[in-house]
């Protein structure tokens, strides 16, 4: 059983270029978190959604910002028009329905140049 | 929000315990405590968690005051691998989940 995979694991973006960034749960999990870690900080929360639900996205900024969990395929985070503060670790994780610990992946680096 | 309070930094000797607190004085009846850790910024790793009793696993154990407003996160032989950034969380346990806040937590150096 494959853990929680984050791909790609390194990407680097112009300023105002889009970025995606892909995750896909360990088997069986229905929930997905995204949260996001500049440099020397601690890990934000930014979104937590259901097969095609977003439930909380109280951690979002406003704009430029967008996350899915379609009913197949990957959770996408969705970076529009990057800057250069959107440089982080963006970290997924993922939880089965009705038990509660999450499982981490290893994150997208983030470069914007 | 974090809800919680931990020392920024430890230090511990190889090969002894190290015992990481954490304060959580505005925790609620239904929110369980649980730690993480993060090693050399890969992906946090979960360690343990619990409600009211203390709790052990291959990894670690974990022992909460009995007015569960504060925790202590114990490994018994600290080893050069627990080298990490250790984070305390509370979180309310649904059926609709809910997410972690992490704090700022504490960085624990074992050293030789």
């Known amino acids: 059983n494959a853990g929680v995979m984050q791909n790609p694991r390194h990407l680097v973006r112009r300023r105002g270029q889009e970025a995606r960034l892909r995750c896909s749960p360990m088997?069986?999990?229905?929930?997905v978190y995204w949260y996001r870690q500049l440099p020397e900080e601690g890990l934000k929360f930014m979104v937590y959604?259901?097969?095609?639900?977003?439930?909380?996205e109280s951690g979002m900024p406003k704009e430029r910002f967008s996350a899915e969990f379609p009913k197949e395929g990957p959770s996408i985070l969705r970076i529009q028009q990057v800057v250069r503060g959107d440089s982080a670790a963006y970290f997924c994780?993922?939880?089965?329905?009705?038990?509660?610990?999450?499982?981490f992946g290893q994150g997208t680096r983030l470069t914007v140049v | 929000d974090a809800k919680t309070t931990q020392p920024p930094s430890m230090d511990c000797a190889e090969g002894r315990a190290a015992n990481l607190p954490c304060n959580h004085s505005?925790?609620?009846?239904?929110?369980?405590v649980y730690w993480y850790r993060q090693i050399h910024s890969q992906g946090p790793q979960y360690i343990i968690h619990?409600?009211?009793n203390n709790e052990t696993n291959e990894m670690a154990s974990l022992i909460i005051t009995e007015d569960r407003k504060s925790s202590t996160l114990i490994l018994p032989h600290a080893t050069l691998r627990d080298t990490a950034v250790y984070y305390c969380i509370v979180r309310v346990e649904s059926n609709t989940g809910n997410q972690f806040y992490f704090g700022t937590g504490t960085s624990l150096t074992v050293i030789p």
């Open positions: 959604l259901q097969k095609e639900n977003i439930i909380d």
């Open positions: 088997k069986g999990h229905s929930h």
């Open positions: 994780a993922s939880s089965p329905f009705g038990t509660f610990r999450a499982f």
């Open positions: 505005t925790i609620s009846g239904n929110e369980y």
């Open positions: 619990g409600l009211k």
